[in-house]
């Protein structure tokens, strides 16, 4: 798989390291252009559990990001208004600021991201953009055969996700 740019990127001490032209994201990208906002909703609140559990171990016993995807997903189902849930969405990515570590930071907004596919779906590809960051941050350049499965997760996840998202479920009148 091609991830030149990101190496690039890397080099010259960009935050972000994918893009979303990234030739490694541009499957996922299409699949998201191509279905409607419930499916990239029901991908990306299955595919922020990722970074969620990744950050408990840099933010131990922090809620917020698990409260950002509860709310999220309440706001989805129109449970809740989307003030409450943004709150909780802005919480997320507030706590990049909270730490040092590149790759905890690329993960507060993977969830941040994620969350908000529920606002504008072409967010859902922002979780993408910011994990995998966080994932070169952790392991280092030498981590492609990791961005290689976590594309590959995420590609089975969406998958699913159509499936689940044409389920009879609760839906917001917005979606």
Known sequence: MDFSDVWERAK??????????SPALLPLARLIAEHDRRTAVVWALEAVKGPISALS??????????????LSLA????RVKMGFARRAILAAHA??????????????H?????????HVKEHALGLAMYELTAI????????????????????????????????????????
């Open 57 to 70: 171990r840099y933010f131990p016993e922090d809620m917020r990001f698990e409260e950002a995807r509860m």
């Open 75 to 78: 706001w989805a189902e129109g």
């Open 95 to 108: 706590a990049a600021k909270e730490t040092v570590d590149p790759a905890a930071a690329a993960y507060c």
């Open 110 to 118: 993977a969830v941040g991201q994620g969350c908000s596919a529920v």
């Open 136 to 175: 070169v941050r952790e392991r280092g350049v030498r981590c492609g055969e990791a961005l290689e499965e976590k594309l590959a997760f995420y590609l089975a996840l969406f998958e699913k996700a159509v499936r689940l998202a044409e389920e009879p479920r609760s839906w917001a009148k917005f979606l």
């Open 12 to 21: 010259k001490g960009r935050k972000v390291l994918f893009t979303r032209d």
